[in-house]
C-alpha cells in the first residue's frame, strides 16, 4: 500500500485548506484511514481517523467541529477538510492506514501499517 499526501500550504488564520492521501496498489476499500500531525519540538499527534468501512469516524477534541474526515472510493482518495484554521494547527500533516484497526487503538501511531510522507501545514496568525 502506498500513500500520497497532498494539499498542504500557507494559510491565514481562519482559512481553509483540504489536504488529500491518495491510496495506491490496493483499494481503498477495507482500509482504516488516520491522519496525524507533528509539530515542531512536539510529538507526532492523532487528528482523525475513519475506519475499515467508513461508517465510523473519530477526532481530536483540538479539531472536533473543525475538521471533516471523508473517503472517495471514485478515486481512492482520503480528504481531510480543514476549516476555521488557527496557528497552532501548523504542522507536518500525515496519512496512515491500516487493514484492521482496533477501535480503541485508533488514536495510537502502531495502530497503522502504512504511512504517507507528510505535507506541511502553515497558519500564519
Known amino acids: 500500500v502506498q500513500l500520497q499526501a497532498s494539499g498542504g500550504g500557507l494559510v491565514q488564520a481562519g482559512g481553509s485548506l483540504r489536504l488529500s492521501c491518495t491510496v495506491s496498489?490496493?483499494?481503498?476499500?477495507?482500509?482504516?484511514i488516520g491522519w496525524f500531525r507533528q509539530a515542531p519540538g512536539k510529538e507526532r499527534e492523532f487528528v482523525a481517523h475513519?475506519?475499515?468501512?467508513?461508517?465510523?469516524?473519530d477526532y481530536a477534541d483540538s479539531v472536533k467541529g473543525r475538521f471533516t474526515i471523508s473517503k472517495d472510493y471514485a478515486t481512492n482518495t482520503v480528504y481531510l477538510q480543514m476549516n476555521g484554521l488557527r496557528p497552532e494547527d501548523t504542522a507536518v500533516y500525515y496519512c496512515?492506514?491500516?487493514?484492521?484497526?482496533?477501535?480503541?487503538?485508533?488514536?495510537?501511531?502502531?495502530?497503522?501499517?502504512?504511512w504517507g510522507q507528510g505535507t506541511q501545514v502553515t497558519v500564519s496568525s
Open positions: 496498489e490496493r483499494s481503498l476499500r477495507g482500509l482504516a
Open positions: 496512515a492506514a491500516s487493514t484492521s484497526v482496533i477501535r480503541s487503538n485508533r488514536a495510537s501511531q502502531t495502530a497503522y501499517a502504512y
Open positions: 475513519r475506519n475499515q468501512n467508513g461508517g465510523f469516524t
